[in-house]
């Protein structure tokens, strides 16, 4: 993360109220961070998508973004999202340099906002674009993702989840449970158990580091001490891996937003 700069974006094209509003992006730099400044609310812009090279690696929504700033601790601002990529709460440098998103000349990467029908006729909607951007560099090593699962839980007690998009190469920085339901997480991979946490330590440890639990989520994250090294989750795994949920009643099924890191270096 070398000479960051602020640099303000072009306009969407297609921006109508229920329409989708497309930017392409620019490449060749690092993008560490992008911010939405709008007029709109969570129930007005609906969807944040971006895709590279038809790799729609980014697909949430504009309350997944803000949750993610209240967790941090970050102020919230209405009508202004922040797309994150580069994890600035890491102590290390090299960590924070290397969740950030790194473009290649030959990318196409576009960043595509859903809007909703719902916005009155008379609203005319503005957004503009910054983005906070770095040097480039020499080829993409890494790639975050941020995106959303859901598993079934239909049993008070323990749901198991094992379907995890998972391979060698990639990795969770977090997740994000939604629901306030659930006390209890374990991992499982390969007939062994690599950890059992519960609801209340994991608050503690989290709020004496710097972060602010979300009451309607039950918040996993192995970076919470600012490291990376040693510290994201692999998914790899030889023949199973899967989440041991623990819920003190039934709630059908939870929304997992995922924080994802994928080695991508030929």
């Not at 960051?4 to 620019?26: D, E, I, Q, Y």
């Not at 290397?98 to 906002?113: G, R």
């Not at 790639?143 to 959303?148: A, C, D, I, Q």
């Not at 209340?200 to 309607?216: R, S």
Request: hydrophobic letters at 35%; charged letters at 25%; aromatic letters at 10%.
């Amino acid at each position: 993360m070398q000479n960051c700069r602020h640099r303000k974006l072009s306009a969407f094209s297609g921006v109508v109220k229920g329409g989708t509003a497309t930017l392409t992006l620019p490449t060749g730099g690092t993008y560490e961070q992008i911010i939405l400044r709008t007029n709109l609310t969570p129930d007005e812009l609906t969807r944040v998508e971006i895709t590279l090279n038809d790799d729609k690696f980014y697909n949430v929504t504009s309350n997944h973004l803000n949750m993610l700033q209240a967790y941090h601790m970050k102020k919230i601002v209405e009508g202004v999202y922040v797309i994150p990529f580069s994890d600035f709460n890491n102590i290390e440098r090299a960590a924070v340099s290397s969740t950030a998103f790194v473009t290649e000349p030959n990318d196409h990467i576009t960043l595509d906002l859903k809007l909703s029908d719902s916005i009155a006729e008379n609203k005319a909607i503005k957004i503009d674009t910054f983005a906070i951007m770095s040097d480039a560099q020499p080829y993409r090593k890494l790639l975050p993702r941020l995106y959303t699962q859901t598993m079934t839980a239909t049993a008070s007690g323990e749901n198991d989840f094992s379907g995890l998009l998972s391979s060698t190469s990639r990795y969770v920085r977090r997740m994000h449970f939604k629901t306030n339901k659930m006390d209890k997480l374990e991992i499982k991979r390969d007939g062994r158990e690599e950890g059992e946490m519960h609801k209340d330590i994991l608050q503690f440890v989290a709020e004496t580091n710097g972060k602010k639990w979300n009451v309607d989520y039950f918040h996993y994250d192995p970076l919470v001490y600012g490291f990376m090294r040693d510290f994201l989750l692999p998914t790899q795994h030889a023949s199973e891996f899967f989440f041991r949920v623990n819920t003190t009643e039934v709630v059908q099924s939870i929304e997992i937003l995922i924080e994802g890191l994928e080695s991508v270096a030929a």
